[in-house]
Structures are given as structure tokens and as C-alpha cells.
């Protein structure tokens, strides 16, 4: 579905990727982690069109993304969910989802798309005219989470989720996540928690100062030793 090939990136003068590959398939959690600073980030950034590679391609279904605007990648089906949420605090929860249907196509099923997330997010139709600045953290999450789904995505990158989320928070949050996957919803999922990342991934990639330096099934990355010292601790 998405296929990243020896992509280079700059900010400036200051290269950020080095030859980055990576793909995710269709039905897949596919997970990437490493440390604040690694290019996590600046990856998504060149996915979703919002920083141009110097080198390298991006193909999504097949097609050639590396130099489209980021309405077009996302009318194509790619929805970014970022880190931090990114609300519209001043705007309530329904403003807040149906902003995030204003792909076209997206817009005339706003109606049904609302009621799935409502399904998957029952506390959202809850506090539906409340602030977006009221929820709580958790609930925020699934606002943003929310927000990413109305424009009906083929593929979902999914930003830090667990960010500054209280424990128990953070397990339902990944929960949401496993059960998107299960109604057919391809996910990139980029997280610094990375035991729970990985158990509930299908495969993973490790980035480390701009470069791929690790990949395979989340089994073979929970069992070495590289990701036990750097990432769990143990």
C-alpha cells in the first residue's frame, strides 16, 4: 500500500533521512520507533507533502506521491493523525469531526462515516457540543483518532498516540488502534512506548539518527537485544 525507497531528506543544509525504505501492507499495523530527534517526524512530514525529499520515491497504491500537495495524498486516502492532537480547542467536538471530512468524497458520506466513529468512540457522540478544550486527554485522543477517520482513509499514520496520557489511557488508546486494524484500516504507527507498540504491531522498523538500522516482525524486535538495552530498559 505505502512504499518508501532510499529517501533523503533535508532541513536546509542539514540532511535529516538517509536512504529510508520502508512498506506497509494492506491490513497491517506496521510500527516505527526511535527516540525524540531520529526523523520520525520529518519521515511523515515527506509522506503527508508537507516537506519535499530531495531524493528517493513514495508510492501509495502504486501511484507516485513524493512531489503531490498534501490535499491531494490526502484525498488519495492517507489520513495523518498527529502528535499533540491538534484540535480546534475553540470549536466543539462535532465541528472538530466534521472538519476532518472535507476531502470530497468524504463530505457527502459525512453523515454515515460520523455514526462509525461514533460506534467505535461512544464518549464523542456523548460530549458532542462540548469544547474540544474541556475533554480530558484520553477523550481528546479519540477526538483527534476520530477526526482522522472522517476522511474515510485507506491508511492511517498515527502520531505519538500514547503522548502524556495517563496509563490506563494509553492501554484503551491502543485498544482503539488494534480494533481499526481489525475493520480493515492500514496503520503507521509512530510511538516512543515501544513494548506496547510492538505487541500489538505486525512488523517494525527501528530509526536511529535518520536511518533505518533495524526491521522485521515484532517478535524478532521484542527478542533483541539492540531494542531491550536502548528502548525497554531491561
Known amino acids: 500500500m505505502l512504499e518508501i525507497n532510499n529517501l533523503n531528506a533535508f532541513y536546509g543544509s542539514i540532511q535529516v533521512l538517509w536512504d529510508v525504505s520502508l512498506k506497509v501492507n494492506k491490513g497491517e499495523i506496521?510500527?516505527?520507533?526511535?527516540?525524540?530527534?531520529?526523523?520520525?517526524?520529518?519521515?511523515?512530514?515527506?509522506?503527508?507533502?508537507?516537506?519535499?525529499?530531495?531524493?528517493?520515491s513514495i508510492?501509495?497504491?502504486?501511484?507516485?506521491?513524493?512531489?503531490?500537495?498534501?490535499?491531494?495524498?490526502?484525498?488519495?486516502?492517507?489520513?495523518?493523525?498527529?502528535?499533540?492532537?491538534?484540535?480546534?480547542?475553540?470549536?466543539?467536538?462535532?465541528?472538530?469531526?466534521?472538519?476532518?471530512?472535507?476531502?470530497?468524497?468524504?463530505?457527502?458520506n459525512k453523515g454515515k462515516t460520523l455514526e462509525h466513529v461514533f460506534q467505535i468512540f461512544p464518549r464523542l457522540k456523548e460530549r458532542g457540543h462540548q469544547l474540544a478544550r474541556t475533554l480530558s486527554g484520553g477523550e481528546q485522543q479519540m477526538l483527534a483518532m476520530g477526526r482522522g477517520l472522517m476522511s474515510e482513509p485507506k491508511l492511517c499514520i498515527i502520531d505519538e498516540p500514547s503522548n502524556g496520557l495517563a496509563p490506563m489511557v494509553v492501554l484503551e488508546v491502543f485498544d482503539i488502534i488494534k480494533s481499526l486494524r481489525d475493520q480493515?484500516?492500514?496503520?503507521?504507527?509512530?510511538?516512543?512506548?515501544?513494548?506496547?507498540?510492538?505487541?500489538?504491531?505486525?512488523?517494525?522498523?527501528?530509526?536511529?539518527?535518520?536511518?533505518?538500522?533495524?526491521?522485521?516482525?515484532?517478535?524478532?524486535?521484542?527478542a533483541s537485544e539492540h531494542i531491550k538495552k536502548a528502548y525497554l530498559g531491561l
Not at 480546534?88 to 465541528?95: A, G, R, S, Y
Not at 515501544?194 to 517494525?204: F, G, M, P, Q, Y
Request: charged share 20%; net charge negative; glycine share 10%.
Open 30 to 56: 506496521v510500527a516505527l520507533i526511535g527516540s525524540n530527534g531520529a526523523g520520525k517526524s520529518t519521515l511523515v512530514r515527506t509522506v503527508t507533502g508537507l516537506l519535499r525529499a530531495t531524493s528517493g
Open 59 to 108: 508510492k501509495f497504491l502504486d501511484h507516485p506521491i513524493e512531489n503531490l500537495p498534501s490535499h491531494v495524498i490526502s484525498e488519495m486516502g492517507i489520513s495523518h493523525i498527529p502528535e499533540g492532537r491538534r484540535l480546534f480547542t475553540d470549536m466543539n467536538v462535532l465541528e472538530n469531526l466534521e472538519i476532518g471530512a472535507y476531502p470530497r468524497n468524504a463530505w457527502k
Open 184 to 222: 480493515g484500516i492500514t496503520i503507521l504507527l509512530i510511538e516512543q512506548n515501544v513494548r506496547h507498540t510492538l505487541e500489538i504491531s505486525d512488523r517494525a522498523y527501528v530509526l536511529e539518527n535518520g536511518r533505518v538500522v533495524m526491521e522485521g516482525d515484532c517478535a524478532t524486535c521484542l
